[in-house]
Nanobody, 124 residues
């Protein structure tokens, strides 16, 4: 069982930056692919970014490519999402997810564990 807890959300002006953190319980964090998804108000859950369990591969949605960076620190059992040049359309609840020995799938149904989400609001 893995528990995921996101933090780092908040209110920021357009063009600003935030770093989200996803702290995981358990001793096998390094065996999990980690991903970030988001759900905008009234919208569906969308893929944002992912990293394979080995850390060698990363994937990004076209809408965030070049602005967001996913990373992980296995010693701290934590995944991160650095978000730069934020836009109002990035406003959403952001969720982290974990997939055992995953490659970093874009599909949410592949992920076994989910956090509770953290709100990111970007004002114009």
């Amino acid at each position: 069982q893995v528990q995921l807890i996101e933090s780092g959300g908040g209110l920021v002006q357009a063009g600003g930056s935030l770093r989200l953190s996803c702290a995981a319980s358990g001793r096998t964090f390094s065996s999990y692919a980690m991903a970030w998804f988001r759900r905008a108000p009234g919208g569906v859950r969308d893929f944002v970014a992912s990293m394979s369990w080995s850390g060698q591969d990363t994937y990004y949605a076209d809408s965030v490519k070049g602005r967001f960076t996913i990373s992980r620190d296995n010693a701290k059992n934590t995944a991160y999402l650095q978000m730069n040049s934020l836009k109002p359309e990035d406003t959403a609840v952001y969720y982290c997810a974990a997939d055992y020995l995953g490659w970093g799938d874009y599909a949410g149904y592949e992920y076994d564990y989910w956090g509770q989400g953290t709100q990111v609001t970007v004002s114009s």
